[in-house]
Nanobody
Framework: VQLQAYGGGLVQAGGSLRLSCAASGRTFSRDAMSWFRQAPGKGREFVAAISWSGSSTYYAHFVKGRSTISRDNTKNTVYLQMNSLIPEDTAVYYC????????????????WGQGTQVTVSS
């Protein structure tokens, strides 16, 4: 079972990135999926989550209105579209999956991707 996050990179402030997280090994169509991030010297923090059906989404206050989480269960993939990026968004972004429902808590997730670096220059 593996989650592979990709799509990060270096972008100027105000730019956009679309992160993807592809799951393999089993279907995750019944799992909630989420994105967390971790900046240097800081703990891992919740960014966004989506229910297994995609009908419910949740966002941290600092990305609400700038980011959209979505999923395609036919592709076993979750996405995070990030717009109007600011330097404070610089972090390693991790995707996660779990069967306990969409949550902002790391303990709710059983599977984690390896992370993809997002760097926003000013």
């Amino acid at each position: 079972v593996q989650l592979q996050a990709y799509g990060g990179g270096l972008v100027q402030a105000g730019g956009s990135l679309r992160l993807s997280c592809a799951a393999s090994g089993r279907t995750f169509s019944r799992d909630a999926m989420s994105w967390f991030r971790q900046a240097p010297g800081k703990g891992r923090e919740f960014v966004a989550a989506i229910s297994w059906s995609g009908s419910s989404t949740y966002y941290a206050h600092f990305v609400k209105g700038r980011s959209t989480i979505s999923r395609d269960n036919t592709k076993n993939t979750v996405y995070l579209q990030m717009n109007s990026l600011i330097p404070e968004d610089t972090a390693v972004y991790y995707c996660a999956a779990g069967a306990r429902g969409a949550s902002a808590y790391t303990g709710s997730y059983d599977y984690w991707g390896q992370g993809t670096q997002v760097t926003v220059s000013s």
